[in-house]
Every structure is written in C-alpha cells, then in structure tokens.
C-alpha cells in the first residue's frame, strides 16, 4: 500500500479533484456576476471565475504529468494555487463589500 505510484497516483486524484471544485467554483462566481448585472461591483467576480480558470488549467496539467509518470515537484505549480485561490478570497470579499444583498 506505499509504493510510490500510489501516492503519485493519490495526488493526481487529488489535483483532478480540486480542478473539479475549481469549475464549479468559477461557474459560481460567473453566475453571480450575471445575475447581478453588468455593474462595477460585477468586476470582481468576474475576476474570480477567470483564477478558477487558470487554477483549473493548472491543476489539469499536474494531473496529467503525475498520471505520466513526471514525478517532480510541484512547488511552482502549489504556488500559483495558492495565488489563485487567495485571489478567489480577496475577489470575493470585495463582492461582498461592493455588492451587499439582502
């Protein structure tokens, strides 16, 4: 159970997950920019879906070479997630406080 395409093999399950949450995420944010109009305040979101974009484009391409076998590390690739998804958070804040709804 710890030969280590397992774990290469876990990670990869774990990338595609997070490209999953990502989609649907960023399809979120998109409705909401939608729903609420094409105002200023509809910026932010709109900012959002496109980091869930990137991380989903991101998180695609570490699946793919951990499913090929490129073992590397990702730390380039963990970066820009985290980047994204503190992007994500800031967007979303600024919607909250651009656009307060009932």
Known sequence: ???PHLAAERTALAW???AVSAMV???LFLHY???SGWRPAAIA???AAFAMVALTGACYLRNRSLRQGRYTHG???VAAAAVAVTMVAVAAAAAG??????
């Open 97 to 102: 406080f651009l656009d307060p709804r009932p």
């Open 25 to 27: 995420v960023g399809t």
């Open 33 to 35: 920019a939608l729903d």
């Open 45 to 47: 979101p709109i900012v």
């Open 16 to 18: 595609r997950r997070t």
């Open 1 to 3: 159970m710890s030969a």
């Open 75 to 77: 730390d380039r690739i």
